[in-house]
């Protein structure tokens, strides 16, 4: 057998230490946004029944089609790595009777999700998101609810330029009227289009909308936008949407674009807009999704939810250079001379950390001089000596590594040296 060292499967990426602040700062972000709305978390399996996001993200989307990792269990059921948290929100919801609850059910989920896509900048195949839904209510004031959270998350991580993108894609009355326009307005230019377009014409035609290929930009320009075909009731919703918008000064653009081509999205569609460097940066993509309970089976339950890629987070917050706080690393490194002194460590530390002193020691048979030298490297703020001569007195001599002033410190001085000082820097 040859050796060889294993890497990480392609287009999968470790987070490293170095990255944890980063990663601590907007996590801490998330659950306090989550305490500030009353929203609770819910931790779901990674992964589900295959069925599920067939039905609840749909066949002929990009994620089902060509993006999800599936595979057979040892019982021959088809499992999948969940893609997205949609479908699994809304299938516990209908498996435990979250409906019994007070409504709406307002749930945050964090966590990674799987996408077999093809290795590039910011995409990975495993990469984790944050994920809001709230379900029960009709009420456009619980999509501007969902849209605040996104909104006040960003503001929070520093980030500039945030700008909402929105449009309304109507519902199951209204849309079938809208798609018959788009229809008719492809048809006759048919030949102008992208390959995949001509597909989406007869397939999904509402996706025809977000094509990024060049030769679509013009005719996706002059389409017919979905807002001059909504119902009453979806105009009254995406009217009142705005007041809100309008009222807390969000910044908002109507874009007709902005679609999510599916039957159980209905209504609002939104993307939150950052700035980056060179474009701009969709950091959140959510909306509205009456149909989707029925999709899985369950009684009609609207619901409107957002989601939104840490590591893409994580990227703007570097872009944007915001102020990362510091990591907290111990204050305290223990080194020793001889075994005796050794013992005794090892006792010092479980009482340090005991009184909440963040604290290391030296491990191994190396000099006092290496031990100073690993402290220096660490950044260590104070290091504790005791060698054969602190032993004999009962005594610590204790070096702060800024400055170097030394002191000498009785055992039973220890602790409260440590909490006048560490406690009041
Ligand atoms: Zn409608
Ligand atoms: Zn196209």
Redesign the pocket.
């Known amino acids: 057998m040859t050796k060889r060292l294993f890497q990480s499967p392609k287009g999968i990426k470790d987070i490293l230490p170095d990255q944890q602040p980063h990663w601590q700062f907007v996590e801490k972000k998330i659950h306090r946004i989550g305490q500030l709305y009353g929203y609770e978390k819910l931790e779901l399996p990674v992964f589900e029944e295959t069925a599920l996001f067939q039905r609840g993200v749909g066949e002929g989307t990009d994620i089902v089609e060509k993006e999800m990792y599936t595979f057979k269990d040892k019982s021959g059921t088809s499992v999948t790595l969940r893609p997205e948290f949609t479908a699994g929100v809304v299938r516990a919801y209908l498996q435990h009777g979250l409906s019994n609850l007070p409504s709406p059910v307002k749930i945050w989920s964090l966590g990674p999700v799987f996408r077999y896509e093809r290795p590039q900048a910011g995409r990975f195949r495993q990469h984790s998101q944050f994920n809001v839904e709230a379900l029960g209510e009709q009420d456009p004031a619980l999509d501007f609810e969902i849209m605040s959270i996104a909104y006040h998350l960003f503001e929070d991580l520093g980030f500039r330029k945030i700008h909402f993108q929105i449009n309304s894609i109507?519902?199951p009355?209204?849309?079938p009227n809208y798609l018959r326009a788009l229809i008719d307005y492809y048809q006759p230019i048919q030949a102008k289009i992208c390959r995949e377009c001509q597909k989406r014409l007869k397939k999904n035609p509402l996706r025809l909308l977000d094509c990024k290929n060049p030769l679509c930009r013009s005719p996706i320009e002059k389409a017919p936008p979905s807002v001059h075909f909504?119902?009453k009731?979806?105009e009254i919703h995406f009217e009142t949407l705005k007041t809100y918008l309008d009222r807390l000064k969000r910044p908002y653009t109507q874009n007709h674009r902005l679609v999510r081509g599916l039957d159980y999205y209905t209504k609002t569609v939104f993307e939150v807009w950052v700035e980056g460097i060179g474009a701009q940066n969709a950091v959140c993509g959510g909306g509205r999704y009456d149909g989707l309970a029925e999709a899985l089976g369950g009684p009609p339950t609207p619901g409107v939810g957002f989601a939104s890629g840490l590591e893409r987070i994580i990227l703007t917050l570097k872009e944007q250079k915001v102020e990362i706080p510091e990591p907290v690393r111990p204050n305290v490194y223990f080194a020793f001379q001889g075994d005796d002194a050794k013992n005794k460590v090892v006792e010092f530390l479980s009482i340090l950390r005991k009184h909440n002193i963040e604290a290391i020691m030296g491990f191994g048979s190396r000099s006092l001089k290496s031990q100073l030298r690993e402290a220096n490297r660490r950044n260590i703020q104070f290091v504790i000596i005791l060698g054969e001569n602190e032993m004999a007195q009962k005594k610590v001599l204790i070096k702060t590594m800024e400055g170097g002033v030394q002191e000498s410190v009785s055992w039973d001085g220890l602790i409260p040296f440590f909490e006048k000082r560490i406690g009041s820097s």
């Open positions: 109507g519902c009355m209204c849309r909504l119902c009731e979806c």
